[in-house]
């Protein structure tokens, strides 16, 4: 039994496929192993094997005797030590064994004696791809640009679907490019339709990723993914009508899936039915007491339903895990502020201005609270800050407006009065009221 060809270990023994490659490197740290990359080529009949010191150790390989086959390379290597097929099967029996380190120094040693060889670079590769190691893009970029030998269209594939799913989200018209290459060299496989639809979705090709994903779904009827997918799709497109009775007939087969239940939510709620979202969020929220994302989710859809008290509690407790986080905190203070409590939402804002300075709902948040309280100079100087950060807008026109109002600066008020008029178009009714009587107070 000899030396394992790349056409042999991929294709006559299974062990690798175009999905097993896009999996793994979604898989955890650790999981890459050498059984996913192939060994390097040539072949060793038995009656050859004495005479190769490196045919028994890859029979022992094959055999899975790893302790032995580490056993015959070392000694191999101690005469040899710049062999790049030795130096890959002794990564190779590191890698099998779940010893990732160790077997990313023998890659590395192998692409070093011979950096033409295509199998030490998609070893490498998907090794460093499951450690989130960012120079896995260059290993198999390599490994794109080299033959497997013998030649192996599948083997090439392979090595591009691996670099098209680490591009996906970085760079997806690289994705794309390299997800074409794979498919020139052999058939589609059912990964490639979730993969095309995943690309789309990076790119922010919202109409493709929705098509990709149809395709998907019709042919995995059961795919959460897919069903979750599809309504990302049409989420993304504001069509929450036909987004709802995809996500519900995949809730029909697998009703305690956390994503497609928070999908619902936020579909029902983005349709004004804050009630039935709030519904199934308390669902998801029993499914997964301990997740502080549903917690959050939860809060939210409590503050638009008007349960202040609840989502106050809900914010605290969040809070009390993660006492600096500004989204948080600006939620709770406009919850204060709802509730009229606007000193303690301006302390709320304040802590998530200093920790995130361009924060501008923390800003607006500030100026709106001390209007309330009659800090009109606090409220100028929160307007002041947040206007390095984002334009003006009706309302906060209207607050620099009163602000400066009621500091009897009458020209500065008289302005803000004016562009407020200019930008309100008729959408604030009471305000521009407000604003044009005051400007015929002020004879402005």
């Not at 948040?365 to 950060?389: C, N």
Request: hydrophobic share 45%; net charge negative; with cysteine.
């Amino acid at each position: 039994m000899g030396l394992i060809t790349l056409s042999r270990w991929i294709v006559g023994r299974g062990r690798i496929g175009a999905l097993g490659i896009l999996l793994c490197l979604t898989a955890a740290p650790g999981a890459l192993r050498a059984q996913q990359a192939p060994l390097p080529p040539g072949t060793t009949s038995p009656d050859q094997a004495a005479a190769n010191p490196l045919a028994d150790a890859e029979n022992a390989i094959e055999a899975k005797n790893y302790a032995l086959a580490a056993d015959r390379l070392d000694v191999y290597l101690s005469v040899h030590p710049g062999d790049a097929r030795a130096l890959f099967d002794r990564g190779y029996i590191e890698d099998a064994q779940g010893h990732p380190d160790a077997a990313e120094d023998w890659y590395r040693k192998a692409v070093t004696a011979d950096p033409k060889q295509f199998e030490a670079h998609l070893a490498l590769g998907l090794i460093l791809a499951g450690k989130g190691d960012p120079a896995a893009k260059e290993q198999l970029q390599a490994a794109t640009q080299l033959e497997p030998n013998p030649p192996n269209p599948e083997a090439k594939a392979q090595a591009y679907r691996a670099l098209a799913h680490l591009l996906l989200r970085s760079d997806p018209e690289a994705a794309r490019d390299a997800l074409v290459a794979a498919l020139k060299l052999s058939p589609e496989t059912p990964d490639d339709a979730v993969l095309t639809a995943q690309i789309a979705e990076a790119a922010g090709n919202d109409a493709l990723a929705e098509e990709a994903w149809r395709r998907v779904l019709q042919a995995q009827p059961g795919s959460a993914e897919a069903a979750a997918g599809l309504a990302h799709a049409l989420i993304a497109q504001k069509r929450y009508a036909d987004a709802q009775p995809v996500v519900e007939t995949a809730l029909q087969h697998d009703p305690g899936n956390p994503s497609l239940n928070a999908q619902l939510a936020a579909i029902l709620n983005a349709q004004g039915k804050q009630a039935e979202a709030l519904t199934v969020l308390q669902k998801l929220q029993a499914l997964e007491p301990k997740n502080r994302a549903v917690l959050q989710m939860v809060a939210d859809a409590e503050a638009q339903a008007g349960n202040l008290d609840k989502a106050s509690a809900d914010y605290a407790a969040l809070l009390a895990a993660s006492p600096d986080d500004p989204d948080l905190l600006d939620s709770q203070g406009q919850v204060l502020i709802r509730q009229k409590q606007y000193a303690a939402a301006i302390a709320d804002f304040q802590k998530a201005a200093a920790v995130r300075p361009g924060d501008v709902d923390a800003w607006s948040g500030i100026a709106f609270a001390s209007s309330e309280l009659h800090q009109y100079q606090q409220e100028l100087d929160a307007l002041s800050t947040r206007s390095k950060y984002a334009p003006d807008n009706p309302s906060t026109l209207f607050l620099w407006a009163t602000a400066y109002d009621n500091l009897h600066q009458t020209k500065a008020a008289a302005e803000y009065y004016h562009r407020f008029l200019a930008a309100a178009q008729g959408k604030f009714p009471d305000q521009e009221w407000q604003a044009k009587h005051r400007l015929v107070t002020l004879h402005q």
